[in-house]
């Protein structure tokens, strides 16, 4: 059973990177079974996709994000990471990673960290 | 980019009665429709993949269906741990995008 854990600041200031990492435990980040995402949440709002990464290393992002957003993969620590740069106060929300499972005609994020708290403050 | 519109926005509904919540799609997204439920404080968990296969865990009266546009969750009846917030996801074909619905609150009554 696979889990995954956020960790990063909790606090980040406008105009600067936000950068977070997902630690993969109980499946290896190689595997061609998963793929890897990351999904955000504003304070009381909705579930917003950022982007995903398959074991290949490409990448895929929310057309709205893409020009800001960065998914890598660290196979050597089992991690992968999120830099969303140029932020702004509506950047402020829970990120979750989550493992992603596809086959024919579905798709699903099947596992997900708890999340982390993410304010762009000064 | 695909669109997806879930309704209503709230429903207001007693344990033991019937839920049917809506996801409509702004362009046919096969059947790459999940939906998730979420409580207060934590993060989503998979209920329904494929459009209508209900994943681990999940008893017997959640249900699923639609195809193209359209698709609907049921609760066949409530019981008090289903009160949570509900959100559909899709992926287009390629290249792969993923959009989350706005979500339906789904209250005690």
């Known amino acids: 059973q696979l889990q995954l854990q956020e960790s990063g600041p909790g606090l980040v200031k406008p105009s600067e990177t936000l950068s977070l990492t997902c630690t993969v435990s109980g499946g290896s980040l190689s595997s061609s079974n998963y793929y890897w995402g990351w999904i955000r949440q504003p304070p009381g709002k909705g579930l917003e996709w950022i982007g995903n990464i398959y074991y290949s290393g490409s990448t895929y992002y929310n057309p709205s994000l893409k020009s800001r957003a960065t998914i890598s993969v660290d196979t050597s620590k089992n991690q992968f990471s999120l830099k969303l740069s140029s932020v702004t106060a509506a950047d402020t929300g829970v990120y979750y990673c989550?493992?992603?499972?596809?086959?024919?005609?579905?798709?699903?994020?099947?596992?997900w960290g708890q999340g982390t708290l993410v304010t762009v403050s000064s | 980019e695909i669109v997806l519109t879930q309704s209503p926005a709230t429903l207001s509904l007693s344990p033991g009665e019937r839920a049917t919540l809506s996801c409509r799609a702004s362009q046919r997204v096969s059947s790459y429709l999940a939906w998730y439920q979420q409580k207060p404080g934590q993060a989503p968990r998979l209920l329904i993949y494929g459009a209508s296969n209900r994943a681990t865990g999940f008893p017997a009266r959640f249900s699923a269906s639609g195809s193209g546009t359209d698709f609907t969750l049921t609760i066949s009846s409530l019981e008090p741990e289903d009160f949570a917030v509900y959100y559909c996801?899709?992926?287009?074909?390629?290249?792969?995008?993923?959009?989350f619905g706005q979500g339906t609150k789904l209250e005690i009554k």
């Open positions: 989550a493992a992603l499972r596809e086959g024919n005609n579905w798709s699903l994020f099947d596992y």
């Open positions: 996801q899709q992926r287009s074909n390629w290249p792969p995008v993923y959009s």
